[in-house]
Nanobody, 121 residues
Framework: QVQLVESGGGSVQAGGSLRLSCAAS????????MAWFRQAPGKEREAVAAIGSSDRVSYADSVKGRFTISQDNVKNTLYLQMNSLKPEDTAMYYC???????????????WGQGTQVTVSS
């Protein structure tokens, strides 16, 4: 059974940084694909970043140059380093996993419960 547990969320001021982590169990990083999504109140869930088994990455235009997705295959953990945070980055952040390449499409098979990020101006 695949379990994804996010952590690292919190409240920061605009311009600050946070690093989110997603600990995975029952999942083999080297054989699958992972991503970060976010959902703000009253808005649809949107993709933030995705990473493939060969470490190929893709980002939403809104976070390019500010966010970095990475994974540690030994620790079975996915990361999202978020710099230069803006109030519009405020959302619940979710990690997701799938054995097939899904890129930035929200059709991943497995999802975590989310971690809240709040950015104040």
């Amino acid at each position: 059974q695949v379990q994804l547990v996010e952590s690292g969320g919190g409240s920061v001021q605009a311009g600050g940084s946070l690093r989110l982590s997603c600990a995975a169990s029952g999942w083999t990083f080297s054989r699958g694909y992972m991503a970060w999504f976010r959902q703000a109140p009253g808005k649809e869930r949107e993709a933030v970043a995705a990473i493939g088994s060969s470490d190929r990455v893709s980002y939403a235009d809104s976070v390019k140059g500010r966010f970095t997705i990475s994974q540690d295959n030994v620790k079975n953990t996915l990361y999202l380093q978020m710099n230069s945070l803006k109030p519009e980055d405020t959302a619940m952040y979710y990690c997701a996993a799938d054995p097939l390449p899904k890129g930035l499409h929200a059709t991943y098979a497995y999802w975590g419960q989310g971690t809240q990020v709040t950015v104040s101006s």
